[in-house]
């Protein structure tokens, strides 16, 4: 039975939630592998409509066991809402298992975030300010708290004052904010510490025996290849590896068990926070798709940059990835649209690239050279098979398959389940 793995394309956002939810059906186990309350997937099904953070998607089928794995950073307080909100809305979380090696975001995580922004004034990476990259900071730095710790009261409490005397040292000198109690924090993570003792798992293993047992897991991907800690647009990314090698670390998987590795693009591109994002529209169209879909940030509610698809930088994420084969999202939003523009290469400096150049600043310079493509003016969003899409479409989705060098398998045309076109199934 195969380990599939799905990742976002482009800047996050493509809509990886609903893919998930739609595979999660046919598989056993959904394993997530990195990110934290960063993330922000919409699910509508049958349940009703949730905005997930932490929580696998996979959480809404009784035959699922949904992994947090060790890649993830984990917020308590979130995680602890977001199963409560679960559970007061019919679903069972008796399934779902989070890793005893996960990092904790700790509150002077979050109180950090916020203060390293404001300090990178104009150059400021417009994160999530949830706490994320001062947690992957101490993970890497060897500061870091994880879930299971808190089950070691008395280490715990040692480990909390050396690293909170250092952290205090920070708030107070550098930033000359307030210092945190160590008894207040003590206390709050012992209790989280008690209500999350029922989740906590060494999920490596459950995935190791998920695949003895010839069951299929599916690896979910959070934000996308361009917020890579490597190779997105640094420094304006995330502070984790989200392509797929990132799911073999954050799960504790070898990479020779991973099967398939598809891809989600979004029709058009959309990027929220700071950094270059060579197809970014000013014009009435940005508004148009902004509005139409919706692109705000589930997490943050900040609007969303909005522009034309970038087969430049969906066909890099295609060769770092390994895609087999990508899911097409949000194709109805572009109903619309008299004409659609596809990026397929940039001019810097009166040259012509085919791949996004390494340095941000440079990348911002790009020029995105277009190709112009008849629009379809139809409303497609009832239509379930490729053959019934307007012959435009046809093309549009076509043409994104060559220009990235990856066949669609999926086309979405609307956030329900149903709303759907399987051009070849995945699993
Ligand atoms: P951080 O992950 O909060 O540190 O934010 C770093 C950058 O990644 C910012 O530009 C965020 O807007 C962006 N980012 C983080 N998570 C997501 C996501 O799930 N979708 C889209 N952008 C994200």
């Not at 679960?86 to 979380?93: S, W």
């Not at 090696?101 to 922004?117: K, N, S, T, V, W």
């Not at 150059?123 to 992957?136: D, V």
């Not at 060769?319 to 940039?346: E, H, M, Q």
């Amino acid at each position: 039975m195969p380990v599939i793995a799905v990742i976002g394309a482009q800047w996050g956002d493509e809509g990886k939630g609903k893919i998930i939810d739609l595979l999660a059906e046919k598989v056993n186990m959904v394993a997530r592998f990195s990110g934290g309350n960063n993330a922000g997937h919409t699910v509508v099904n049958p349940y009703g409509e949730f905005a997930m953070h932490l929580v696998p998607s996979g959480i809404f089928y009784r035959h699922v066991t949904c992994v947090v794995g060790n890649g993830v950073v984990i917020d308590p307080a979130v995680l602890l809402e977001e199963i409560d909100q679960l559970k007061k809305r019919g679903v069972e979380v008796d399934k779902l298992f989070i890793s005893d090696r996960a990092h904790l975001i700790m509150p002077y995580h979050i109180l950090l975030d916020g203060l390293e922004e404001e300090a990178r004034g104009g150059g400021a990476i417009g994160t999530t300010r949830k706490g994320i990259g001062p947690c992957y900071m101490d993970k890497v730095g060897r500061l870091g708290i994880r879930t299971g710790d808190l089950l070691q009261r008395d280490t715990f409490r040692d480990r909390l004052r050396s690293v909170l005397d250092y952290k205090n040292r920070i708030l107070t000198r550098v930033y000359e904010a307030q210092p945190l109690s160590l008894e207040e924090i003590y206390d709050k993570y012992c209790r989280y510490g008690e209500q999350l003792a029922p989740f906590l798992r060494e999920t490596d293993l459950m995935v190791e025996q998920a695949l003895e047992r010839g069951e299929m897991v599916l690896l979910e991907g959070a934000q996308g290849t361009m917020l890579d800690i490597d190779f997105g647009t640094y420094p304006y990314v995330t502070s984790t590896a989200t392509m797929i090698g990132g799911a073999c670390s954050g799960v504790g998987l070898s990479p020779v068990r991973i099967d398939r590795i598809y891809g989600v693009f979004k029709a058009y591109a959309t990027r929220v926070g700071s950094g270059p994002m060579p197809t970014e529209l000013f014009d009435d169209t940005a508004g148009l798709i902004r509005e139409r879909a919706h692109e705000y940030g589930t997490t943050t509610g900040r609007p969303r940059r909005c522009g034309w698809f970038d087969a430049v930088v969906t066909r890099f994420s295609a060769r770092v990835n390994g895609f087999c084969g990508a899911c097409l999202t949000r194709l109805d939003i572009l109903d619309t649209l008299p004409s659609i523009k596809i990026c397929t290469g940039y001019r810097l400096n009166g040259e012509a690239l085919t791949r996004p150049p390494s340095n941000s600043a440079l990348l911002a310079k790009c020029e995105p050279l277009y190709e112009e493509l008849d629009g379809w003016q139809t409303d497609i969003s009832r239509l379930r098979h490729l053959e019934d899409l307007p012959p435009q479409a046809r093309s549009y989705v076509r043409r994104l398959e060559e220009l990235t060098d990856c066949p669609i398998n999926i086309i979405s045309v609307g956030p329900r389940r149903e709303q759907t076109i399987v051009v070849k199934a995945i699993l």
